[in-house]
């Protein structure tokens, strides 16, 4: 199958697929599109949604139509490329300790590191904010330590509390609901993903690179509470 696809969607929207399988390139084209988009936006365009091997541009049916957008956005991604799209750095705070890191042992246990060692694959990682999804403010990073890449669990666990870091495959997030995952659970952080501005409601945009810092509980518990 040929790339780009460009997919027409109910009666305002393009779907554009980049690619079959997520990954570092198909990625940055994603990347790349939407930095674009956002900096010069196609006629009539509402919104757009980037994923990991796609990206949705949502539009004014009012305004324009699907032909115009297809033929606006065939133009850019001639040209387009994968241009690289640096992203800002964010720090987010994390804490690994006693029941923060309920899964730490079983990690280690699978990939044959003790937990220090788990710990510090995680620190290690190179994480970007590759897509919102799931649940509002639920920014999948890729970039997860290959010593680290477990499938998810055969069942979820409930209940698991809002700030959990949890990892599986080649991701990691950080939760802002207390709801159930299938996830591995390594640690939490006091860091609001949720900003609770209407202008600016998440932390990350796509593309963002995440840089984890470990803190003790004491630390957690003053950043939290500040």
Same mark, same amino acid.
């Given at each position: ?91 987010? %705070? ?22 220090? *060692? ?22 999948? %990073? ?12 055969? *069942? ?11 990892? *599986? ?58």
């Amino acid at each position: 199958m040929d790339f780009p696809r460009l997919v027409c969607v109910s009666d305002r929207a393009v779907l554009v697929e980049l690619g079959a399988r997520a990954g570092d390139e198909v990625q940055a084209r994603v990347w790349a599109l939407d930095h674009a988009l956002a900096t010069d936006p196609v006629a009539g365009q509402v919104e757009v949604v980037p994923a990991l091997v796609n990206l949705l541009v949502v539009f004014d049916p009012m305004v324009t139509d699907h032909a115009a957008v297809r033929a606006d956005l065939r133009d850019r991604l001639a040209v387009a490329g994968a241009a690289a799209v640096s992203g800002a750095e964010r720090e987010v %705070l994390v804490c690994y300790d006693g029941e923060f890191g309920r899964d730490l042992a079983a990690v280690a246990a699978q990939t044959g590191l003790d937990e220090e *060692a788990v710990i510090a694959a995680h620190l290690a990682g190179e994480y970007r904010v590759a897509m919102y999804g799931f649940s509002p403010g639920y920014a999948y %990073l890729s970039g997860l330590d290959e010593s680290l890449r477990l499938p998810r669990k055969a *069942a979820p666990v409930r209940g698991v509390a809002a700030g959990s870091v949890i990892i *599986a495959g080649r991701q990691c997030l950080v939760t802002t609901l207390t709801m159930p995952t299938g996830w591995w659970i390594v640690g939490r952080s006091p860091t609001r993903v949720l900003t609770g501005d209407a202008a600016r409601p998440f932390l990350f945009d796509v593309g963002d690179r995440v840089r984890f810092r470990r803190v003790g509980l004491d630390d957690f518990h003053r950043a939290e509470r500040a």
